[in-house]
């Protein structure tokens, strides 16, 4: 797997010790960076996004975004956990099924989504074969609230709430990633009716 480039403070960076300029990056301002950084990666993709590129196009210093973001690996993994979660928030809105569906749609055609398949696939390995990120910790949460809202009302079939939002991440996520492989001669409205169908009769009572 390629490597996202590792950027470190050289001898001409900024002396440590000075103060950050621009906004505090972890307390209610750290969007400006993740916005910065959206734009960077949706130009560039992320093997030939830099901090400095970042920092610049955010208008703060390299140290202000080095303190927080030791790399770009980093930087990208918080910018894709606002993003996807961002999407998934429907989960704590709409019943389990509509929103899964309704996430899958919306992740497809997801701008960031799409750059990092297209240009940086290898990126998403490790998040399918060895460990979960932070983004699926942060959906995880929220499929678990939809299942166990959907129990409380009786639209969701008992069972541990945590054991079926994996089941559930695990079915969209194969039909989010694998699904352009299936599509001929299917369409993605075929394949989102049939991802509607698994789900219900997982889900049903």
């Known amino acids: 797997m390629a490597s996202i480039r590792h950027n470190t403070v050289s001898d001409h960076d900024e002396d440590p010790g000075e103060p950050p300029r621009g906004p505090d990056v972890r307390e ?118 939809g299942i166990t809202r959907g129990q409380e009302r009786g639209a969701v079939r008992p069972g541990d709430p945590v054991a079926m939002a994996r089941a559930v991440l695990l079915t969209a996520q194969s039909f989010l990633i694998s699904g352009p492989t299936m599509l001929d001669p299917v369409t993605e409205e075929e394949l989102d009716a049939e991802l509607t169908a698994l789900l219900e009769r997982y889900l049903t009572p």
């Open 28 to 145: 209610g301002r750290g969007d400006a960076v993740l916005d910065a950084a959206r734009e960077v990666v949706l130009a560039v993709g992320v093997r030939r996004t830099t901090l400095t590129d970042v920092a610049r196009r955010a208008g703060v210093s390299r140290m202000t975004v080095y303190r927080h973001w030791p790399d770009v690996r980093s930087l990208v993994a918080d910018l894709m956990t606002r993003e996807w979660v961002l999407v998934a928030g429907r989960f704590a809105t709409e019943d389990p099924v509509p929103a899964a569906a309704g996430v899958v749609r919306a992740l497809r055609g997801h701008p960031l989504w799409r750059k990092i398949v297209e240009v940086d696939p290898e990126l998403l390995l490790p998040y399918l074969l060895d460990r979960r990120g932070s983004s699926h910790d942060a959906m995880l949460a929220l499929v678990e609230l």
